[in-house]
């Protein structure tokens, strides 16, 4: 294997199996947008719920598609994706955009998580970035208002995780129900500087430059915890954390994110103090690998407790986070560890038969057919973006 072969693969991948399915499988030519959820055992439920990080995903995906292989098709579908979050996802009355719809379209639940609004923002930005759509870029900057407007915290920093319809407060914060209920998380933060820094890719705003830099900041100075290497996950209103848990895939996919942000704004001072964290980081993530290339999930060190699943997500983070390593840092050792795992990937979670990927493999190698091989969660934006990631890297 080499990076000519393995980009070579990963364009297959993506223009004969990933994008198809979703534009053959989950374009809902009824009620518009697409399918709520297509399960693990290929049974489509068009009567799902629409999540709007799933839409916004898929906003994103087909953008940047259409901006590196300029195919018809994949415009389309990226019209599609925008006319959908834009008429039907964002909220005219206060801003922001709803965390789901029903089937049909209508508002389902109304709350605003910041990680949604973040999507949508990550996805538009890719839309303007892949066509100079003034609308795209327009409603990106909107959402990003919003986001400073309500969720930023001036005095103790940081974005909250959720709101209600208003922008009040509300009790349940949790993005999902596995998470824990804090008013600040990893995961959100490391999902406002990822559309925070491609909207600066097309929007150079001052501000935007501030509030990107504040969240590298965070990350390196607040999330980061400098002993082990691992992001901690969960925080009260203060950055303090009770909790001891180790998420592989994220601490490899903010590695890059990270990294990409920092460059984005090529702040050599910053660059100085971010490439050593990006590299320890990677290195901690590593702890997640196992003989066969895969990274396990996540572990709880105080429960003794280990999810050895290897999900479909955190192995297309690990491909882009070493070969990251090798890119920036001359890391042969870090590219073969990106081979091992797209060999892992090939083998075990590529659905050659019906499409996609599975979500996970469990640690004996069974495939999990239980969850959802399209869903609220299950998009195809982390195992696209791999592909276009090496894609444009190798290019």
Request: aromatic share 12%; charged share 30%; net charge negative.
């Amino acid at each position: 294997m080499d990076v000519k072969n393995m980009r070579k693969e990963m364009e297959e991948e993506l223009t004969a199996n990933i994008l198809p399915f979703w534009m053959n499988r989950m374009t809902d030519e009824a009620n518009g947008g697409f399918y709520g959820r297509i399960t693990g055992t290929g049974i489509l439920m068009p009567e799902t719920e629409k999540g709007a990080v799933l839409n916004a995903r898929i906003l994103w995906t087909f953008s940047a598609a259409y901006r590196l292989l300029k195919k018809e098709e994949y415009l389309s579908a990226a019209m599609r994706a925008k006319r959908y979050v834009i008429d039907h996802f964002y909220d005219r009355e206060f801003g922001g955009v709803y965390w789901s719809l029903d089937c049909e379209g209508r508002p389902l639940d109304t709350k605003k998580q910041i990680y949604a609004i973040g999507f949508a923002i990550y996805g538009l930005s890719e839309y303007h970035r892949a066509t100079g759509d003034a609308e795209a870029l327009e409603y990106a900057v909107r959402l990003f208002e919003d986001i400073e407007k309500h969720s930023f915290d001036p005095v103790k920093n940081g974005y909250c995780e959720a709101l209600t319809r208003q922008w009040g407060e509300i009790a349940d914060m949790r993005l999902s129900d596995k998470d824990e209920n804090e008013r600040k998380t990893m995961n959100t933060h490391l999902h406002i500087l990822e559309p925070y820094t491609n909207l600066y890719r097309v929007w150079k705003d001052d501000r935007l430059k501030k509030q990107l830099r504040n969240l590298i900041e965070l990350f390196t100075d607040r999330i980061l915890n400098p002993e082990t290497g691992h992001l901690e996950l969960f925080f009260d209103d203060n950055w303090r954390s009770k909790y001891r848990i180790v998420s592989y895939g994220h601490d490899i996919e903010a590695s890059w994110l990270i990294h990409e942000a920092a460059l984005i704004l090529a702040d050599k001072t910053l660059l100085e103090k971010v490439e050593p964290l990006v590299e320890f980081i990677a290195a901690a993530a590593g702890e997640g690998l196992t003989p066969d290339g895969a990274m396990i999930y996540e572990t709880f060190p105080d429960r003794q407790k280990t999810d050895t699943d290897r999900h479909w997500w955190v192995q297309a983070e690990n491909v882009v986070g070493h070969v990251n390593l090798y890119q920036h840092f001359e890391d042969e050792v870090a590219l073969r560890k990106a081979f091992h795992c797209w060999d892992f990937i090939k083998k075990h979670l590529i659905d050659y038969r019906n499409g996609e990927w599975h979500w996970s493999v469990r640690a004996d190698g069974t495939v999990n057919t239980e969850d959802d091989k399209a869903g609220f969660w299950k998009c195809p934006y982390h195992n696209g973006r791999m592909c276009m990631e090496i894609m444009e890297r190798f290019s």
